[in-house]
Structure formats: C-alpha cells, structure tokens
C-alpha cells in the first residue's frame, strides 16, 4: 500500500511542476504569441503587444488599470493559526517574498503526537484563481519545522496577479510511514493588509471557446516558444455549483493527432490560467512548424466522483 500511494505523490509531484513550468512559459515572456478566432474569421481577440490589441483595446477597470501602473504594494498578514487539530498545529507567522521562488507564507508545523506526519496542500487559491502548488512537509513525531507555502511567480503572473490579497487553501494531513490518512481541513483562508482592494477581474481577454453550464472556456492565445514545445492559453471561469476538472480528448493540431498534456481543476466560484502543453518532439514527428488549426473536445469532470459532466462538441479554432 505505502509502495502504491509513494508512486501516487510522485506522480502528482511531477504534474505539479509540470504545471509551473508550463505557466511559466505561457505568461507574458516576451515570446511571440499568436492571436486564438474561429476558423475561417479574422483574429477577433489579439494577443498581448499585437497590433490588434492596440487598434482595438480591451476596457479595463480602471482600478486595475491604476494598480498596474504602480509599484507592488508591500503585503503582510497577520499571525493566524490555520490548523488546530489532532495534536497538529500549524501558524501562519508572515508573509515573505522570495527572489526566486516569489512571495509565500511563513509556516510553523507543530506536531505534538507520538507519528510523524506530513502536510500537504490539496489545493491553493490565490485572489480567486486556482494556483499550482509544491507544498509538502514531513515533521518527526514531538518536532516543529518551519516552512514556506510558496505562491508561484510565473502563476501569478499569468492570472495577472500584481498584489496578493487573499490565500485560500486545503490541507491535507496524513501518516508519514504509512501513509495512512489522518484529516483533510476545511477551507482555510489568509487575508492580506491588501484585502480591502484587491483586485478580481477576470483576466479573460480572448476567443470564447465554451460557455455552458456555469464553465467559460476562454483561448487567450498560442505560444509557439513555450517550455516544452508549443502552449495553449486558457482561461477558464467555474460558477456550475460543482468543483470541476477540465481535460481534452479528440486533439489534433492542423489535421494531425497529438498528445495534449492538460488537466485543471476548478473549484466553484473560482478561476483558472492553465496552458495545454503540446511537446516538440510530437510536433516534430509530424512536420507541424507552426500551429494554424486546433481542433478538440474539452471534458468537464466531476472533481468529486470523477463522473463526466459534459463533454462538448468538436471545438475548431485557429492561430494567427
């Protein structure tokens, strides 16, 4: 059983840093990014520093708009214990910003029983949108350790995140040697000193390529220079009543089938930034030097009972 659920974590591990990486590469990296329309129309949506984009600029709030011009604001919280439970205690102490890694929380775990435990995270919301995470903690029975819950830079910045107002997050606590499970928290959430203004606005500039059912898929745009190969940008916005997970099926890239490595799940009421990766090798082996046509059927998951909600028609677009 522990050979089983060791084989689980790393998996999950991997696809986590999976993820950063490809968030990394979708955010605004200077590369050049090609605009998502319907196929046969002319780019209606442009991607960011395009032409288009500047003939044609999307309204912001100006709130958001006076944010972005000035400089991050200085972020702190106050010190608050987010698990008191079991003999396992865990206190936010502060917040923190790591030249590499971005901006965190400081953690002390305490575990006051005769086990050593680990905490991890299920999930980690930032400012409403759903944030990749790598956070996880063995602590010796009777020890503390200090410990940062990292917020991602590149995820950050890919949901268009200058200011970090509120953390919200789901733990999970479980045997270190057996790996049997101890108690999954409720929701636990941090409010910043920015909490009062932080912004919400949807980061959803680009081709609506689903809306039904409470989930809006949107294609922001197509880097061909992303880590692995080629990227996808989506924004995707929950409001079913259902935490959901959206995977695609059917995929081809101009006419040929290629393997697309995405997986995001969305909670209720919540929003994502999440790229489809497409590996250069596979582009390759099918001479595709540049992705014109995309076509693919998303499905929508229950997060819960992993039952299929919906899973849409062929959806065709193109990348110019």
């Known amino acids: 059983m522990k050979k089983r659920w060791s084989k689980v974590l790393c998996l999950v591990l991997v696809f986590a840093l999976f993820a950063l990486f490809a968030l990394g ?42 944010t972005k011009k000035a400089e991050p604001e200085k972020v702190s919280i106050e010190e608050t214990v987010l698990i008191d439970r079991d003999g396992i205690k865990v206190t936010a102490k502060e917040y923190v910003t790591d030249t590499i ?86 929701l636990v959430t941090i409010k910043t000193s920015a909490y009062d203004h932080m912004d919400v606005t949807p980061n959803d500039a680009g081709k609506e390529l689903y809306a039904g059912d409470g989930i809006r898929i949107v294609g922001k745009y197509v880097d061909e220079d992303s880590f692995w190969g080629a990227g996808i940008l989506l924004y995707i916005e929950n409001n079913s009543g259902k935490n959901v997970t959206i995977q695609c099926d059917d995929f081809s890239v101009n006419g040929f089938m290629i393997t697309p490595y995405f997986s995001c799940t969305v909670y209720d009421g919540k929003m994502a930034i999440d790229d489809i990766t497409l590996m250069s090798s596979e582009l390759e082996e099918n001479n595709i030097e540049s992705v014109d046509e995309v076509a693919l059927k998303f499905e929508i998951i229950d997060e819960k009972t992993y039952q299929t909600i919906t899973q849409t028609d062929e959806i065709v677009f193109t990348a110019k």
């Open 25 to 66: 590469s979708g955010s605004d990296n200077g590369s050049e990014t090609k605009a998502i329309s319907d196929k046969g129309k002319e780019t209606q949506e442009a991607a960011p520093g395009t032409d288009a984009q500047k003939e044609e600029p999307k309204k912001e709030d100006p709130k958001k708009e006076e």
């Open 101 to 186: 890694w971005g901006d965190g929380i400081k953690l002390l775990i305490e575990n006051n029983t005769d086990r050593n435990v680990t905490v991890g995270c299920r999930a980690l919301i930032v400012n409403n949108y759903m944030i990749p995470d790598l956070f996880v903690s063995t602590v010796a029975a009777g020890k503390k350790s200090n410990e940062t819950l990292d917020l991602s830079s590149s995820a950050l910045k890919a949901a268009g995140i200058d200011t970090v107002g509120q953390i919200e997050a789901y733990f999970h606590v479980y045997d270190a040697d057996s790996w049997e499970d101890l108690f999954d928290t409720d």
